[in-house]
């Protein structure tokens, strides 16, 4: 049992509690949710020892957190991605993150998305379900959702799709994103993927600023605001974290939204009712969030709804017990593409009312490109395999402590010949 601390509403330290659920533990490995429900309630403001970290878990604390950059710095996550990343974006407070943010933005605007990359997603998808269409089953995940993220962040950089290496590098730093359990073969192979891939940005970037074109690096590269640019090292940092982050976030919540889908026996209507895939994406980004944990440091003593944190404490945003707080959502445990409280026409810009992508000046900046890819991919999905179901007796496992998501998504469908899905 960890050496837990409860606080209550007037910040007093009570007696430890034998009961005090905890998060290390197997039952939180099998499902976070019923001990996300008995922080809320009895521990919203709890210490960690072993993690050395305090727990909030109330929508009300965790908005207040992402909101108040004054007093909850970003800083910890410098500390997360080192040594993979030296300083990145979502490290950044202030007036560094504000002009950092300017400079990257525009790159990621729905309307240049658009143009640039809408049609490349939907092509990959299609020869991504082309591969296994004619077989009548396949594992989702592994021939997809694994696959289409790398395909795209390759397209968004300008890398050529048959860059072998590319591909290696991504699947070896999304599993060192990942790896809470510090697995010394994960790490030592992330590391190692993460230094030739920085070698390979370092050689892309000074091509690009001698002879920019529209992909992504020299949009970094000529970016300029207030007669500011991007530093090598800044542009290099963006990319290792869009690998490491995107990537793996996309991947996931591309699983976890065909299960709910699937689940729900909404496959027929995917590709038939308007926006029912952008309020499928909605929900599951609020119920199954891929990032459950996010991180703050608190700059100066704080009073929240649970009880007064310190200064210079480490907390960790339960972004998953946040999305499901009876007190700013109805039926918080249910799935619902047609929910009233978190509008899908919200749900991927800044007034988003889950707290998935964030809240206040950190909404992340890919939310649009991530709504994009997955709606793209899904509508494709669900297109070309008419009769698509999770297959008999599959029952998705999800895992993960930071982020969480299916290992495994079987699915069914009537085979579908070559020439049928061309």
């Known amino acids: 049992m960890s050496k837990l601390r409860a606080v209550d509403g007037t910040g007093a330290m009570s007696h430890a509690l ?33 993690l050395d970290a305090w727990i909030i878990s109330r929508y009300e604390d965790v908005t207040r957190a992402f909101r108040d950059a004054d007093v909850f710095s970003s800083r910890s996550w410098d500390d997360q991605l080192r040594p993979l990343v030296q ?86 730093i999304v599993d060192y994103s990942g790896n809470f359990d510090q697995n010394p073969e994960v790490t030592r192979a992330g590391l190692a993927a993460g230094g030739e891939l920085a070698a390979f940005l370092d050689e892309q970037i000074r091509r690009r600023r001698a002879d920019p074109g529209e992909d ?86 704080v009073t929240l709804s649970g009880g ?12 998953g017990a946040a999305n499901r707080d009876p007190a700013r959502f109805e039926r918080p445990d249910t799935f619902d593409v047609y929910r009233k409280d978190a509008e899908a026409d919200r749900a991927f810009a800044g007034a988003a009312q889950h707290l998935a992508f964030g809240s206040g000046r950190h909404f992340c900046v890919g939310a649009s490109l991530a709504h994009m890819e997955i709606t793209t991919a899904l509508r494709v999905l669900f297109d070309m395999l008419p009769g698509l179901r999770l297959s008999p007796g599959f029952v998705p496992q999800d895992v993960g402590f ?21």
Request: one cysteine or more; a neutral charge; aromatic letters at 6%.
């Open 216 to 301: 992504l690096i020299s949009l970094l590269c000529t970016s300029e605001v207030d007669g500011a640019r991007m530093t090598d090292d800044m542009i290099k940092s963006f990319g290792l974290v869009l690998l490491a982050a995107g990537g793996e976030t996309t991947e996931k919540a591309l699983n976890l939204t065909v299960c709910h889908l699937l689940d729900n026996r909404l496959g027929a209507a995917a590709s038939t009712e308007e926006r029912l895939l952008d309020r499928a994406l909605a929900e599951t980004l609020r119920l199954t969030p891929p990032v459950q944990v996010i991180t703050r440091v608190t700059r100066e003593a």
């Open 402 to 422: 930071v982020t969480r998501g299916p290992r495994q998504v079987l699915i069914e469908f009537p085979p579908v010949s070559a020439h049928a899905t061309r």
């Open 308 to 319: 007064n944190l310190p200064a210079g404490a480490l907390v960790f945003l339960l972004v």
């Open 87 to 172: 300083h990145s974006l979502m490290a950044m407070d202030g007036e560094e993150h504000t002009r950092h943010r300017r400079l990257i933005s525009p790159a990621f605007q729905r309307k240049r998305l658009t143009e640039r990359i809408s049609s490349s997603i939907e092509a990959s998808a299609r020869q991504l379900v082309h591969a296994f269409a004619a077989e009548g089953s396949a594992d989702f995940a592994e021939h997809f959702s694994r696959r289409l993220p790398v395909r795209v962040i390759m397209r968004l950089l300008g890398v050529s799709e048959d860059n072998a290496d590319f591909r290696r590098w991504y699947r070896a």
């Open 18 to 50: 034998p009961d005090t659920p905890d998060l290390l533990s197997e039952e939180y490995r099998r499902s976070p949710y019923p001990i996300f429900d008995t922080l809320r309630r009895h521990h919203p403001l709890l210490y960690d020892a072993r």
